[in-house]
């Protein structure tokens, strides 16, 4: 089973308050919707102590990971996500401020690991997007990740293993960091 994973420990440093209840619809939840729908079964990562988020990420039919390491950033956000579903597959990891990722994408992406890919990343017009699929054959080096770079040095170790999914979506590279991004949506 390939197992989403939507990380949602960021601080919304740049946004000035909590991005991920941001908007008409949160884009947390936005993000949670499109994550379920393109790969079924999603765990989300989030902060301890943040109750609107977990009951919003919930109503998406999202299951949940409270944890205190979020705090230490992405990459360790990303190593409790993979070490609480060790029984996966493989693993489709997006972001809680992505809102406009196409589920066709996401099930792409799913689909190249079902395949046998080791890492599967969407790619449109040359460019490499997120959201980012990992086996289990690489998934003592995700649980090693720790700080805020995310997976980039697991990318670089296995570059040749990347497959590149071709898509026709510019929401792989659309991100809410500030309430003008939120805005330009």
Do not use: Y
């Not at 379920?36 to 102590?49: F, K, Y």
């Not at 996500?81 to 799913?110: F, Q």
């Amino acid at each position: 089973m390939i197992r989403a994973l939507l990380l949602c420990g960021g601080r919304s440093s740049r946004f000035g308050s909590d991005k991920l209840l941001a908007g008409g619809e949160p884009l947390a939840l936005q993000s949670a919707r499109a994550l379920r729908a393109g790969a079924g079964s999603v765990l989300a990562v989030i902060p301890l102590a943040r109750p609107e988020l977990r009951r919003a990420l919930e109503g998406a039919g999202c299951e949940i990971l409270e944890t205190d390491r979020t705090s230490r950033g992405l990459g360790a956000s990303l190593a409790a996500g993979v070490e609480a579903s060790a029984s996966a597959s493989g693993w489709i990891v997006a972001l809680g401020d992505m809102p406009r990722v196409k589920p066709a994408t996401i099930a792409a992406v799913k689909a190249a690991l079902e395949k046998g890919a080791a890492i599967a990343v969407p790619c449109q017009g040359g460019k490499r997007g997120h959201p980012v699929g990992f086996s289990a054959a690489l998934r003592q080096e995700l649980i090693a990740l720790d700080g805020d770079v995310g997976a980039r040095s697991v990318l670089e170790r296995h570059a040749k293993d990347v497959v590149r999914v071709d898509v026709d979506d510019a929401g792989i590279f659309i991100d809410v960091d500030t309430p003008e991004d939120l805005q330009n949506l």
